[in-house]
C-alpha cells in the first residue's frame, strides 16, 4: 500500500546537524506569527464580493504566472490551453476547468527543485489535505478534494484571511481605480485589513498606447480635469490622497531602469504634451520622461507619506508575438541587468534624508545586493532593501541574500519578507518558506558565535513580522 504523500517538518531547513537544531528553534518562534502581505497582487473584488471560488484551476493554475511559465516551457501547451484567453481572438480557451488541471498535474516533475514545488506542496497538503503527490494518474481525484474544500462556506475570500492569518494585505489598484470596493471594505470594518496600493506605471510611460485615455480616466476618478503637464501632476496628487484616504500606505513602481533624472519643467511639459496629443515621442523622450516622473512620485511621497516600491529590471513582453496574442504580463517578462548607484543618487539626493520620504528598493538583479544596494540602504535613512523578489524569491536566492546584503545594509534597513504573488492560497507558503531559509541563515551566525540565540530569535520575528510592519506603517 502507497504511503500517504507527507511534507516533511524539517524542509528547507540547514541540512547538516549542527545548525539544524538551531534553526528548529528559531523557525519555532516565527512559524505562527501573523501574515503582513503588503506588496500582493489578490483582486480587491474577491475581498469585497466574498465569492465562493469557482474551481480549483481557476484558483490555482490560472492566475498563477510561475505555474504556467514553466509548463509553456515544456512546449507541449499553449496558454489558450491553461485558461488564458486570446485577446486577439485566434485560439478557443479552454473551458474546462478539469483538463487544464490535468495538464498542471501532468508536468508535476517539471517543477522538482523549483520554489514553485514547495508552495504547492505547502498548498496542497496543508491546505487542502491532500495525500497523493500531482501526476496524470491522481489530477482528477485530487481535483475532487479541492473542488470540495472551496465549495464549503469557510473557504471563501475572507474566510481565508482568517484561516492564513493574514493580518493585512495590500492589493496593487490602477490608478485610475475608483476605491469603490475598498469603501465597501472600510464600511464593514475591513479598512484596515486590505488595503489599496496606487499603481502609476501607465501613466508615466509616453509610449503606452493607452496614455492619453488612461491619464484622463485617472483625472476623472480624482475629481480634476486633465488637459496640460499640471494639471496632470494635479491629478496624480489627487489621486494619491484618495488612495491613502482609503487605507492605502504605499505606491508600486516597475520602472524599465530605476532612473531618477530630473528634467526641467519646461522640457517635461512639451513631452507630456506631445504623447497626450498623439504626436511621435522617441524611445530617448520616453525613457527620460519615466525617470523624470520617478523623481516627482518620489517628491510626491515626501509630502504625502506613501511608500515608494521600486522594482525595475524586467524586460516586459520579451516575446512580441505572445504579448500581443494574450496582452500585457501574458508575453513572458524576462530579467535584465540593473545599475542603481548612478540611477537612485538624483532622488537619495534630494529625498534621501527627507523625514517624510520612505522608499524601498527591491531587484531581481542579484549582482547589485552587495555592491551597490546593501551600501545605499545601509547609508540612506529613507531607503529600505527590499527581499528578495519574483524570480529570487526562492531558497537559493534568499539564502545568498543574506549572506551578500546583511553585512553591509544589516537588518534593520531591511523590508522584511515581502510577497509578490496573485496566487492567494500561495501567500502562506511563500511567508512559511522565507521563515525557515531565515531560521537557518540566522542559525548559521549562532553556531559561528555571530549572534546569541536569543539575538537570531528576535531577529527572525523582525524579519518575518515587526520590519514589514515598521517599513509600511501609516504616516
Excluded at 219 to 240: F, P
Aim: hydrophobic content about 45%; some cysteine; charged content about 25%.
Amino acid at each position: 500500500m502507497t504511503q500517504p504523500w507527507t511534507l516533511h517538518e524539517d524542509r528547507a531547513l540547514p541540512a547538516d546537524p549542527v545548525t539544524r537544531p538551531i534553526a528548529r528553534e528559531i523557525y519555532q518562534q516565527t512559524r505562527s506569527l501573523p501574515i503582513v502581505s503588503m506588496h500582493g497582487h489578490v483582486p480587491v473584488e474577491w475581498f469585497a464580493h466574498d465569492t465562493p471560488f469557482t474551481d480549483p484551476a481557476e484558483l490555482l493554475v490560472v492566475p498563477d504566472h510561475y505555474l504556467l511559465r514553466m509548463i509553456i516551457s515544456q512546449g507541449r501547451y499553449a496558454l489558450h490551453e491553461l485558461g488564458v484567453p486570446a485577446v486577439d481572438g485566434s485560439a478557443p480557451v479552454e473551458a474546462d476547468p478539469r483538463a487544464i488541471w490535468r495538464r498542471f498535474c501532468e508536468h508535476w516533475p517539471a517543477f522538482r527543485g523549483t520554489p514553485t514545488r514547495f508552495w504547492m506542496e505547502h498548498e496542497l497538503v496543508e491546505i487542502f489535505g491532500v495525500t497523493q503527490r500531482p501526476s496524470a494518474e491522481t489530477a482528477d481525484a485530487i481535483y475532487d478534494r479541492i473542488a470540495a474544500e472551496i465549495a464549503d462556506p469557510g473557504f471563501r475570500p475572507r474566510a481565508l484571511l482568517d484561516r492564513f492569518d493574514i493580518e493585512v494585505i495590500g492589493t496593487t489598484d490602477p490608478a485610475w481605480a475608483s476605491l469603490e470596493h475598498h469603501h465597501a471594505l472600510a464600511a464593514q470594518g475591513m479598512g484596515e485589513r486590505v488595503l489599496p496600493t496606487f499603481r502609476p506605471d501607465p501613466l508615466l510611460l509616453l509610449d503606452n498606447l493607452t496614455f492619453t485615455h488612461d491619464v484622463l480616466a485617472t483625472g476623472a476618478a480624482a475629481g480634476v480635469q486633465v488637459n496640460d503637464y499640471a494639471t496632470y501632476l494635479d491629478a496624480l496628487r489627487a489621486q494619491r490622497l484618495r488612495f491613502k484616504a482609503a487605507g492605502g500606505v504605499a505606491t508600486d513602481h516597475g520602472p524599465a531602469t530605476p532612473d531618477t533624472t530630473p528634467l526641467p519643467d519646461d522640457d517635461a511639459a512639451r513631452l507630456f504634451d506631445a504623447a497626450f496629443n498623439g504626436r511621435p515621442v522617441t524611445g530617448a523622450q520616453v525613457a527620460a520622461f519615466s525617470a523624470h516622473m520617478l523623481f516627482e512620485m518620489a517628491r510626491m511621497a515626501s509630502e504625502d507619506g506613501l511608500v515608494m516600491q521600486i522594482h525595475p529590471g524586467v524586460e516586459r513582453g520579451h516575446a512580441r508575438r505572445m504579448t500581443r496574442r494574450y496582452g500585457s504580463d501574458k508575453g513572458y517578462d524576462i530579467p535584465v541587468a540593473v545599475e542603481f548607484t548612478r540611477a537612485l543618487q538624483p532622488m537619495l539626493d534630494a529625498f534621501g534624508h527627507h523625514p517624510g520620504f520612505r522608499t524601498i528598493v527591491f531587484t531581481i538583479d542579484e549582482d547589485v545586493y552587495s555592491r551597490e544596494l546593501a551600501p545605499l540602504a545601509g547609508v540612506y535613512p529613507a531607503m529600505r532593501l527590499g527581499a528578495p523578489w519574483w524570480f529570487i524569491d526562492s531558497p537559493e536566492a534568499m539564502r545568498r541574500f543574506r549572506e551578500t546584503a546583511t553585512e553591509t545594509a544589516g537588518f534593520a534597513n531591511l523590508s522584511g519578507f515581502v510577497d509578490d504573488t496573485r496566487a492567494f492560497c500561495s501567500i502562506p507558503a511563500r511567508h512559511d518558506l522565507a521563515r525557515r531559509i531565515d531560521a537557518g541563515s540566522l542559525a548559521r551566525l549562532v553556531a559561528e558565535h555571530r549572534l546569541d540565540l536569543d539575538e537570531a530569535a528576535d531577529t527572525a520575528v523582525d524579519l518575518a513580522y515587526r520590519l514589514p510592519r515598521l517599513a509600511y506603517a501609516a504616516r
